[in-house]
């Protein structure tokens, strides 16, 4: 699988962004997917993760009620939609996909080491 980033950019504080993973290769179906971020020197941390078919999902709660992470598996894209953003949300984003064929349709991995494939990043910078 090959992953795609894309979407970041600088907006305001409450400003709104929507994040794309376009993956190629192996079918995204086939995958749980996730989101995570990392600030300067930092660890990558967890932000959202769901399912292979959509029906599981799951936030850090430092994001719980502002981003939205969704899936198209007919276009092997994933989204990240992150309303009422703050400047603690700037980081670069990473796109991640867990091959979860084997782990049941409810697999929802958190943690990063779980992924087997990962997108190159995309910034998100918010200015308060």
């Known amino acids: 699988v090959q992953l795609q980033a894309s979407g970041g950019g600088l907006v305001h504080s409450g400003d709104s962004l929507r994040l794309s993973c376009a993956s190629s290769?192996?079918?995204?179906?086939?995958?749980?997917v996730g989101w995570f971020r990392q600030h300067p020197g930092q660890e990558r941390e967890f932000v959202a993760a769901?399912?292979?078919?959509?029906?599981?999902?799951y936030y850090a709660d430092s994001v719980k009620g502002r981003f939205t992470i969704s899936r198209d598996n007919a276009k092997n894209t994933l989204y990240l939609q992150m309303n009422s953003l703050k400047p603690e949300d700037s980081a670069v984003y990473y796109c991640?996909?867990?091959?979860?064929?084997?782990?049941?349709?409810?697999?929802?991995?958190?943690?990063?080491?779980?992924?087997?494939?990962w997108g190159q990043g995309t910034q998100v910078t918010v200015s308060s």
């Open positions: 290769g192996r079918t995204l179906s086939h995958c749980a």
């Open positions: 991640a996909a867990d091959f979860a064929l084997s782990k049941g349709s409810s697999y929802v991995p958190k943690q990063k080491d779980a992924y087997d494939y």
């Open positions: 769901i399912s292979r078919i959509g029906l599981h999902k």
